[in-house]
């Protein structure tokens, strides 16, 4: 079974598919703790809105993945919508399951994700999770 999952009936434009693609790459890297590929993935000014007072810059998220303080280990992404407002930016909206050790707490949740991307030199950039 593999790590990340996308649960989906419907099929995706080739613009679409391209953000559901991202998305789960991200996904795979948050798993992988590859850290590498989240700096690739996530601009500089990259925001996590955990809660509606807890957000976190790229540098301290991707900090978070790489001390271990935040293990993810399983991703469902499940029935996601795209909203396509140009050719350089859209949302990604989906609930999503996630499993992790959090602090050294194991918890698995589902969150209403809205994912935004910014399309740079053709290639699609996370700049927003909020989770």
Same mark, same amino acid.
């Given at each position: ?16 598919? $391209? &953000?559901? +693609?991202?998305?789960?790459? /991200?996904?795979?890297?948050? %798993? ?5 590929? !989240? #700096? ?23 900090? $978070? &993945?790489? +001390?271990?303080?935040?293990? /993810?280990?399983?991703?469902? %992404? ?5 909203? !396509? #407002? ?36 053709? %290639? ?8």
């Amino acid at each position: 079974m593999s790590d990340v999952e996308l649960l989906c009936e419907k099929s995706f434009s080739f613009a679409d598919q $391209e &953000i559901v +693609d991202k998305f789960v790459e /991200f996904q795979y890297a948050l %798993i992988e703790a590859d850290i590498d590929k !989240l #700096d690739e993935i996530l601009l500089d000014d990259f925001k996590l809105t955990q809660a509606p007072n807890k957000s976190q810059v790229k540098r301290e998220f991707i900090s $978070e &993945i790489k +001390d271990g303080s935040m293990d /993810f280990s399983k991703s469902d %992404i499940m029935e996601p919508t795209i909203l !396509l #407002d140009d050719d350089a930016s859209a949302s990604l909206i989906s609930k999503v399951r996630l499993t992790a050790k959090v602090k050294g707490k194991e918890l698995r949740w589902i969150s209403n994700t809205v994912a935004n991307f910014k399309k740079i030199d053709e %290639i699609w950039y996370l700049i927003g999770w909020d989770n």
